[in-house]
Nanobody, 121 residues
Framework: QVQLVESGGGLVQAGGSLRLSCVTSGRTSSFHTMGWFRQAPGKEREFVASIRLNGGTTYYADSVKGRFTISSDNAKNTVYLQMNNLKPEDTAVYYC??????????????WGQGTQVTVSS
């Protein structure tokens, strides 16, 4: 069974840093893209960042460009989100996702259960 487990969230002061991890298990060889969404209280779920596992091409939401960095360690089946210069508006539950592709067709998207990030002013 495919599982995604996030970790690394916590409480940090504005200007600080956190590193989130998303460890995958099960059938992961067909994963094409992984990334992160977040959802703040009372707000819609928001795209944060994604990475192509083959080639390493990345994409970021404008709100986090220059502050967040997504990376992958394919040997460890893990994706990371390095978050620097955190702001109170970054406070949210952060969710990891993975996309399963067959050739050029997106078949499924898997989600973790989320990790809380709280940034105090």
């Amino acid at each position: 069974q495919v599982q995604l487990v996030e970790s690394g969230g916590g409480l940090v002061q504005a200007g600080g840093s956190l590193r989130l991890s998303c460890v995958t298990s099960g059938r992961t060889s067909s994963f094409h893209t992984m990334g992160w969404f977040r959802q703040a209280p009372g707000k819609e779920r928001e795209f944060v960042a994604s990475i192509r596992l083959n080639g390493g091409t990345t994409y970021y939401a404008d709100s986090v460009k220059g502050r967040f960095t997504i990376s992958s360690d394919n040997a460890k089946n893990t994706v990371y989100l390095q978050m620097n210069n955190l702001k109170p508006e970054d406070t949210a539950v952060y969710y990891c996702y993975a996309e399963v592709w067959v050739r050029r067709t997106l078949m499924r998207t898997f989600w973790g259960q989320g990790t809380q990030v709280t940034v105090s002013s």
